[in-house]
């Protein structure tokens, strides 16, 4: 695929830009992300006071950086549920499922700030890898970047939950559900859920193994 404006072949690992760019603003709209076409992506997971995008808050981020298949940087932050001027309660259940302690998050940044410091972490990634994060995380943080008036970058996510689905491991009798512990153990992968940044790191590892089971079957990304 060339570029209109200029010829010069399109660069599918920047958002399909003409590969002059910026000095030609040429790209292509129409071209398919795919799960094998995709080098340059960003891994991320929140953990949260609750489920509700406008009730609950944000309490941890954490994200990293992949390209060609290795990890080149990593973002991880603890942040201070703070709503109508005051710190949210985290509840027994959310402790347990993350780990994360009230007093952990006494005199942590704000989510405004935590949201702000991700957005510029990101730089120039728009493309996103997430589980549930169609569902989820994507929503919860577009909702957290418009209170905090912050620009949402990511343009483009795989759901590894929709691939895992896509590629019917549990019709298959492969494992019991799509859930990410469970790809973990199916794969011979141990990690510390919930905690942000360990669930990015064994993510990676999934994306790694379940991109080898998807060469047969044509997995888009979702345009956010």
């Not at 072949?9 to 830009?17: A, C, M, V």
């Not at 292509?28 to 953990?47: G, M, N, P, R």
């Not at 942000?196 to 080898?212: G, S, T």
């Amino acid at each position: 695929m060339k570029c209109r404006i200029c010829g010069s072949p399109i660069d599918n690992t920047n958002l399909n830009r003409c590969v002059r760019f910026p000095i030609c603003p040429g790209f292509i709209d129409e071209i398919t992300l795919t799960v094998h076409s995709i080098k340059e992506y960003v891994i991320f997971d929140l953990e949260t006071t609750g489920f509700n995008k406008k009730e609950d808050r944000i309490i941890e981020i954490g994200a990293i950086k992949i390209k060609n298949d290795r990890i080149i940087d990593s973002f991880s932050t603890l942040c201070s549920p703070i709503k109508n001027g005051k710190q949210m309660y985290i509840s027994a259940k959310i402790t347990e499922l993350t780990g994360i302690k009230n007093a952990d998050l006494i005199n942590r940044i704000p989510e405004n700030e935590a949201v702000k410091n991700f957005m510029n972490w990101l730089g120039e990634s728009k493309i996103s890898v997430a589980h549930n994060g169609l569902k989820f995380d994507i929503p919860f943080l577009k909702e957290a970047c418009k209170r905090s008036n912050v620009e949402f970058k990511f343009t483009h996510i795989l759901d590894t939950m929709l691939l895992s689905k896509a590629l019917n491991y549990v019709n298959n009798g492969n494992i019991p559900n799509n859930k990410q512990e469970t790809l973990a153990r199916y794969f011979g992968i141990k990690y510390g859920a919930h905690r942000a940044i360990n669930d990015c790191e064994a993510l990676y590892q999934i994306f790694r193994m379940i991109k080898d089971d998807a060469v047969n079957i044509n997995f888009s990304l979702k345009k956010i």
